[in-house]
């Protein structure tokens, strides 16, 4: 994983992810402190996140960039909600991440047909190859 301004980019950005709907519950708050854990932030680090963005780090690799897709995705359904406006935003994240526009729209149609929308990575990652080759 890239560096720790880049750890607390990817958490600012899940958190205003989060957000969209104007409010943080309580399954998305301990969704994104198990990412921060994973991502060796601190609590209290990750709790400052909540109230003060970090600067905004473009992740570098291609790959990191669809993990971060994921783990959007993952936190998007992990209230077992959707709203129109989160999968709208999602998509605009994806383009801004400079990921393939038909393969965001492959992903955010096939999670219908897993369990609690979780789409597995290993599905992920082969819509990903195969809308590169």
Known sequence: MGTYKEKLSILSEMIGFARVDHSLKRSEYEFLLKVAR?????????????????????????????????????LMNVDHEQHKKEINTLYNIGLKMGLPPAAISQVLEIMHRYPNKIVPPDVLINIFKAHYN
Not at 48 to 57: A, N, W
Not at 58 to 70: D, M, P, S, Y
């Open 38 to 74: 994973n991502l060796g932030v601190s609590k209290d680090v990750f709790d400052g996140l909540l109230k003060e963005k970090s600067p905004k780090v473009r992740l570098k690799t291609q790959a990191e960039r669809i993990v971060q897709f994921h783990r959007l995705i993952l």
